[in-house]
């Protein structure tokens, strides 16, 4: 019996340190300059593909940045949530929104030219995402790549992303389970100094049940540009009067009042955070932990040859 537990805790062990190593190695196959035999034109095709549509409709650097995000916190960074079908992640509700999948597949097509079958969907997402924060002013990190793309797409595993209703404990949670920690939180967040929102998720708090903590005008303002109910498109900044350059002044917006989304007014109320959302005011500080926490979220469940493939097409698996 004492050789029958034993054997068991063993086996506990090996499973705590196999999910520990899930987390701990996040990323860890992926590399520096990974095209630049097999496909050295990839990274400058996808930042000239990317500048085109930027030039023409702005808010597409936004939508590549979330398009990312959307990716990793969901099946890890796999390109799953490009994937298109019923019942796949670009179905879910909270996806419905989500933009810049022709972009991808324009960077996509243009490669399956000039090196077919070699760079992945889920690298040119993460490419993707740091070309559109210098697009608009923010910082360049090098990108590394090697990621294998995902077979799996299921609008049920949306649920896993961070949700606009959910407690900071809840995100907090959700986000160190990925081996995110606070500090690269509050940084992504700040990624909301590009972007918008849909007037859909702020109605409540701005009609129904008003939230008394948003700068009086600032709420005249919300309210004038959303109609009442949030029926129709209309999309309000994230980072009202900056919305297009990446800089701190969402952190200046939020410590003020001005606060659109339910979550930027959670923020305040967790102390170490609201000493964080000051301390990043200043651009240097945000930009290193800002670059540092999006090396991290796109080393999220990383796929190897074991779990994934080279898709051909982004909206499809092979
Ligand atoms: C890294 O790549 C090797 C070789 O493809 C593979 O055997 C290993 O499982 C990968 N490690 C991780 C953590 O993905
Ligand atoms: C907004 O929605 C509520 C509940 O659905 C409804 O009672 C109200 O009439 C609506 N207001 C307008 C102006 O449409
Ligand atoms: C990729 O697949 C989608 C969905 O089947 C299709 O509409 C699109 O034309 C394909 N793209 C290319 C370049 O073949």
């Not at 992926?30 to 097999?38: D, R």
């Not at 960074?77 to 324009?106: K, Q, Y």
């Not at 969402?250 to 000051?278: A, C, E, H, S, W």
């Not at 200043?282 to 800002?290: A, G, P, S, V, Y």
Request: proline share 3%.
């Amino acid at each position: 019996m004492g050789f029958g537990q034993s054997s068991i805790r063993s086996f506990m062990i090996l499973i705590f340190l196999f999910s520990y190593r899930q987390v701990s190695v996040n990323g860890q196959n992926l590399t520096e300059g990974f095209y630049s035999v097999a496909c050295p034109l990839a990274e400058t095709i996808a930042r000239a593909t990317i500048r085109t549509y930027f030039l023409v409709q702005p808010n597409i650097a936004p939508g590549l940045l979330k398009l990312h995000y959307s990716d990793c916190f969901v099946e890890g960074c796999d390109g799953s949530v490009l994937i298109s079908g019923p019942n796949t992640e670009r179905t879910a509700d909270a996806n419905l929104n989500l933009r810049g999948f022709e972009v991808i597949e324009d960077i996509k097509r243009q490669l399956e030219v000039v090196c077919p079958g070699v760079v992945s969907c889920a690298d040119i997402l993460a490419l993707a995402a740091r070309d559109a924060v210098v697009l608009t002013n923010g910082p360049s990190w090098d990108v590394k790549s090697g990621r294998k793309d995902g077979r799996v797409s299921l609008a049920a595993n949306v649920k896993n992303l961070p949700s606009l209703s959910h407690s900071i404990t809840v995100l907090l949670n959700n986000f160190a389970a990925l081996g995110l920690n606070t500090e690269d939180f509050v940084a992504l967040f700040g990624g909301h100094t590009i972007g918008t929102a849909a007037c859909r998720f702020i109605t409540d708090r701005i009609f129904s049940t008003i939230d008394l903590t948003i700068d009086p005008l600032f709420l005249a303002q919300l309210q004038s540009s959303c109609p009442i109910n949030g029926s129709g498109s209309s999309r309000v900044a994230l980072d009202t009067g900056s919305e297009l350059v990446f800089d701190t002044s969402i952190f200046k917006n939020i410590l003020n009042g001005r606060t659109v989304l339910k979550t930027d007014q959670i923020l305040l109320t967790n102390p170490m955070i609201y000493r964080m959302l000051q301390d990043f005011v200043t651009f240097q500080r945000f930009n290193t932990i800002f670059t540092r926490a999006m090396a991290k979220m796109s080393g999220i469940g990383v796929k190897t040859e074991l779990n994934g493939e080279i898709r051909r097409n982004c909206s499809k698996v092979n």
